[in-house]
Antibody
Framework: EVQLVESGGGLVQPGGSLRLSCAAS????????MTWVRQAPGKGLEWVSA????????YYADSVKGRFTMSRDNSKNTLYLQMNSLRAEDTAVYYC????????????WGQGTLVTVSS | DIVMTQTPLSSPVTLGQPASISCRSS???????????LSWLQQRPGQPPRLLIY???NRFSGVPDRFSGSGAGTDFTLKISRVEAEDVGVYYC?????????FGGGTKVEIK
């Protein structure tokens, strides 16, 4: 069974940093591209970033480019999102998601972790 | 960026009756490989999103056959043949043909 468990969320001041993790199990982690999607309170879904199975290719939304870094450790079956220079508008539940097949994105989702940016 | 526009914003439906949601993209979602990477997701209250339909019309694992997807190019539709109480939630279309991935604004399905 595919399982994705996010952690690392919490309250952080504007300008601060946070690192999210997503622990994966139930599949061969290195074989699948992964995605981070966020959802601000009461709002819709917003794509944040994506990474290839090998970790050598990453993509970012313009809203986070230069501030967020997505990475993965395939030996630990873990996905990361390093978030720097956080802003109030980054407040959201952050979900990690796994591809199903080539370009069929976000087939399996974790439960999410809440990030609150506030002073 | 490809803009995804969903209608309606809200869909009150009687149990057992059909529901239909439309999604229009600002440009064609046909990929250079010939596939169209348009998906539909369901988000029940308090839950993470769940993939229902991928590549326009393919039901994902475990999805009931009352859900169906159709369309081509820039116009797509999700249909629920007979709405059940467990179908209450927000439905999103999503395109993965090109980065950035983009989602529709969501359609809330509720019971009358």
């Amino acid at each position: 069974e595919v399982q994705l468990v996010e952690s690392g969320g919490g309250l952080v001041q504007p300008g601060g940093s946070l690192r999210l993790s997503c622990a994966a199990s139930g599949f061969t982690f290195s074989s699948y591209a992964m995605t981070w999607v966020r959802q601000a309170p009461g709002k819709g879904l917003e794509w944040v970033s994506a990474i290839s199975g090998g970790g050598d290719v990453t993509y970012y939304a313009d809203s986070v480019k230069g501030r967020f870094t997505m990475s993965r450790d395939n030996s630990k079956n873990t996905l990361y999102l390093q978030m720097n220079s956080l802003r109030a508008e980054d407040t959201a539940v952050y979900y990690c998601a796994r591809d199903y097949q080539w370009l069929v994105r976000c087939a399996y989702w974790g439960q999410g972790t809440l990030v609150t940016v506030s002073s | 960026d490809i803009v995804m526009t969903q209608t309606p914003l809200s869909s009150p439906v009687t149990l057992g009756q059909p529901a239909s949601i439309s999604c229009r993209s600002s440009q064609s979602l046909v990929h250079s490989d010939g596939n169209t990477y348009l998906s539909w997701l369901q988000q029940r209250p308090g839950q993470p999103p769940r993939l229902l339909i991928y590549k326009i019309s393919n039901r994902f694992s475990g999805v009931p056959d009352r859900f169906s997807g159709s369309g081509a190019g820039t116009d797509f539709t999700l249909k629920i043949s007979r709405v059940e109480a467990e179908d209450v939630g927000v439905y999103y279309c999503m395109q993965a043909t090109q980065f950035p991935l983009t989602f529709g604004g969501g359609t809330k399905v509720e019971i009358k």
